[in-house]
Each structure stands twice: as structure tokens, then as C-alpha cells.
């Protein structure tokens, strides 16, 4: 059973509206949350990374935050743009230094 | 820079055939990963290297070998390929230290027929 489950699977959205992606984990001990977004055909880029002190942090218009007490965590995305069109991946770093828990991804399409 | 590079971009193989994709990286990155991304799912982890001449199992290693002959480059082989091994592959690199950010390349998109 994966140990990182994102919501939803996909959202369609109209361009300047926001949206908050979800991300529950089960991965413990628990080390560091991250964001990836990634472009259709291209490798995943990190967004923001967060430690278990952390509880928000901020890349221009996206937000993420972090509940280590309930093992959740979530994206905002402020003011889409179309190029915000892209899947929104949530990673988790346990103990285990070179293994990462990747989620599924959420799909985002920004329209016009 | 150009930060982290997969060769070949594309690659369509019978069963049975063998084929090596080249990872580099040019940021003096310790660790190195292989991964495949598969429809529907996360990615996983194939293998992974902390140093040069270290290589280690990772989620879903039956299929594939790699080396790390040299600090820069990590090779990741199928010898006799399967059409599950159908996929797109994505090598990362990171730094020494955990909270270190991952830098992945553009994929390998292989079709084994």
C-alpha cells in the first residue's frame, strides 16, 4: 500500500482562480515533505521542502503547508496561470535517508 | 550546468534485447537514483548510489543492473528486456545532506515490444 496518497486525481480549473492539492502520509518516522511539479514529458522539479518544524512554506504563488500531527499536507496554488497546467507530485522522506515515498500526483489543468 | 542528463530520450526494444541508459550529472552530486514513472502510480525507486563505486536495491530492482564507475555517471542496464519493463525512467541526483533538493533528468521513454 502506498504510503503517500495525493487527492485529487485531477481538478480542471479556470486561469486566476486558486486551488489546494492534497497530500496524506502514513510514512513514519518522518523526516521531510516536498512539492514536485512536473511538465507533461519532463522530469519533476522541486517546489518547497519542509521539515517536521515547519508548518508552511512559500515558492511565489504556491503555498504549501504541513500538519505533522495528522499526517497531512497540502498545496495552494494562488492565481493560476496556464502554465501552472501540470501534475503536482508530494514526496516523503522517512528515516530511511535514501528512500523517498513518492505520491501519485495530482493533475492540474489550467484553462483559459 | 546542465544539471542532470539521460541518453537516449527514446528507445523502442525487442524481448529478449539488452540496453544500458546513461545518467550524468554535473553539480558534484554524492547520490545518484534510478526510477521508472508508470501511469497511475508513483514513481519507484530502481536503484540508487551514495558515492562513486556504490550502488544499492531499491523498491523494484528484479531486471535491472547499474554502476557507478564514475562520480558523475550512473548506468542503469536491462539484460534481457520485458514488456514490463515498458516505462519511463528517471534518473536523480541530490547532495550529501538530507534536506538537499532532488534534481531529476528529462526521462527515457522505453517501449519493449
Known amino acids: 500500500k502506498n504510503q503517500v496518497e495525493q487527492s485529487p486525481q485531477s481538478l480542471i480549473i479556470l486561469e486566476g482562480k486558486n486551488c489546494t492539492l492534497q497530500c496524506n502520509y502514513t510514512v513514519s518516522p518522518f523526516s521531510n515533505l516536498r512539492w514536485y511539479k512536473q511538465d507533461t514529458g519532463r522530469g519533476p522539479v522541486s517546489l518547497t521542502i519542509m521539515t517536521f518544524s515547519e508548518n508552511t512554506k512559500s515558492n511565489g504563488r504556491y503555498t504549501a503547508t504541513l500538519d505533522a500531527d495528522t499526517k497531512q499536507s497540502s498545496l495552494h496554488i494562488t492565481a493560476s496561470q496556464l502554465s501552472d497546467s501540470a501534475s503536482y507530485i508530494c514526496?516523503?522522506?522517512?528515516?530511511?535517508?535514501?528512500?523517498?515515498?513518492f505520491g501519485a500526483g495530482t493533475t492540474v489543468t489550467v484553462r483559459a | 550546468n546542465a544539471g542532470v542528463t539521460q541518453t537516449p530520450k527514446f528507445r523502442v526494444l525487442k524481448t529478449g534485447q539488452s540496453m544500458t541508459l546513461l545518467c550524468a550529472q554535473d553539480m558534484n552530486h554524492e547520490y545518484m537514483y534510478w526510477y521508472r514513472q508508470d501511469p497511475g502510480m508513483g514513481l519507484r525507486l530502481i536503484h540508487y548510489?551514495?558515492?562513486?563505486?556504490?550502488?544499492a536495491k531499491g523498491e523494484v530492482p528484479d531486471g535491472y543492473n547499474v554502476s557507478r564507475l564514475k562520480k558523475q555517471n550512473f548506468l542503469l542496464g536491462l539484460e534481457s528486456a520485458a514488456p514490463s519493463q515498458t516505462s519511463v525512467y528517471f534518473c536523480?541526483?541530490?547532495?550529501?545532506?538530507?534536506?538537499?533538493?532532488?534534481?531529476f533528468g528529462p526521462g527515457t521513454r522505453l517501449t519493449v515490444l
Open positions: 548510489s551514495v558515492g562513486e563505486g556504490t550502488t
Open positions: 514526496v516523503v522522506t522517512g528515516s530511511d535517508d535514501y528512500k523517498l515515498s
Open positions: 536523480a541526483s541530490r547532495g550529501s545532506y538530507q534536506a538537499d533538493t532532488q534534481y
